[in-house]
Nanobody, 119 residues
């Protein structure tokens, strides 16, 4: 079973930047899209950003203009550059991948990485 492994989380101050990374355990892992979600305490996971390897990206309104998703299809890797972080961005961030179209769900999930933003 392919695993997704996130890294790059940590504790930062408001206004700082972080870059999250996610890589699949197998380079030959073919996907149609990879995405980032986050989970606030007591809430369900929420969509943050997505990259479709055909060339499109999408974002939740709360992160537009501050976060940038990118990736390397050949490496089965996805990144999330987070700038101007706010305390309300504090959450566990998960990467996800799908091998199915249309994209309605994600079959593969990482274990999550904690991002904490202090005021």
């Amino acid at each position: 079973q392919v695993q997704l492994v996130e890294s790059g989380g940590g504790l930062v101050q408001a206004g700082d930047s972080l870059r999250l990374s996610c890589a699949a355990s197998e380079r030959a892992f073919t996907t149609y899209a990879m995405a980032w979600f986050r989970q606030f305490p007591g809430w369900e996971r929420q969509f943050v950003a997505r990259i479709v390897w055909s060339g499109t990206t999408s974002y939740d309104d709360s992160v537009k203009g501050r976060f940038t998703v990118s990736g390397d299809k050949s490496e089965s890797a996805v990144y999330l550059q987070m700038n101007n972080l706010k305390p309300e961005d504090t959450a566990v961030y998960y990467c996800a991948a799908t091998q199915r179209l249309p994209i309605t769900d994600y079959e593969y999930w990482g274990q999550g990485t904690q991002v904490t933003v202090s005021s």
